[in-house]
């Protein structure tokens, strides 16, 4: 079965500081990944998503993402917080082979930024 | 406007009744999902309509029963409701049904049994 940990259920950084969220997954079988942001009293938003390919991916808002198979990690990170990223970040992985969208979320990172 | 809209956004109700909760999305998209949320923050999906038919229903208990009728709605009823229940129910969206598709959530049911 596949699993998702989110190491750190919240983070804190100074206003452009680095944020870096971590994010290990299990699966049997070659992974998609994704991540989402929840921002206070909205809905769940993606903001990038690995598939298979280039293992840095981009992703809105200047968030980026490295796929480490070795590592089975998923590390969100962004090189300089902005007071707008204040959210929670959840990190989700799908069954490549499964016919239909069934995530697997993992418990989220309230990430805070400091003024 | 609201992508995906959930009502109610706040629901607090005794043990044993019944309730309903509505979720309408105006993406024109094909498919549809529950999720729900624990008090660990973990999201679980429950079910998700493909063009209105039921493609994915987990380990849901009975008393969950979910309604589409037609592919812009997908309703959540609850029979007896247990204190266990109790969680934060999100509603999704996307244009396929595939595992690539990008979800668009509603904001939230936050349902408390008392």
């Known amino acids: 079965a596949q699993s998702v940990t989110q190491l750190g259920s919240h983070v804190s950084v100074s206003e452009g500081a680095l944020v870096l969220l971590r994010c290990n997954y299990s699966s049997s079988v070659p992974p998609y990944l994704f991540w989402y942001v929840q921002y206070p009293n909205q809905g769940l938003q993606l903001l990038l998503k690995y598939t298979t390919g280039a293992t840095l991916v981009k992703g809105i808002n200047g968030f980026e993402a490295e796929f480490k198979k070795s590592e089975t990690s998923f590390h969100l990170t962004k090189p300089s917080a902005h007071m707008s990223d204040a959210a929670e970040y959840f990190c989700a992985v799908s069954d490549a082979l499964q016919g239909a969208q069934k995530l697997v979320f993992g418990q989220g990172t309230r990430l805070t930024i400091n003024p | ?114």
């Open chain 2, 1 to 114: 406007d609201t992508a995906v809209s959930q009502t109610p956004k706040y629901l607090v109700t005794q043990m044993g009744n019944d309730k309903s909760i509505k979720c309408e999305q105006n993406l024109g998209h094909d498919t549809m999902y529950w999720y729900k949320q624990d008090s660990k923050k973990f999201l679980k999906i429950m079910f998700s309509y493909n063009n209105k038919e039921l493609i994915i229903n987990e380990t849901v208990p009975n008393r969950f029963s979910p309604k589409s009728p037609d592919k812009a709605h997908l309703n959540l009823h609850i029979n007896s409701l247990e204190l266990g229940d109790s969680a934060v129910y999100f509603c999704a969206s996307s244009q396929g049904a595939g595992p690539l598709v990008k979800l668009f959530f509603g904001s939230g049911t936050q349902l408390s049994v008392l």
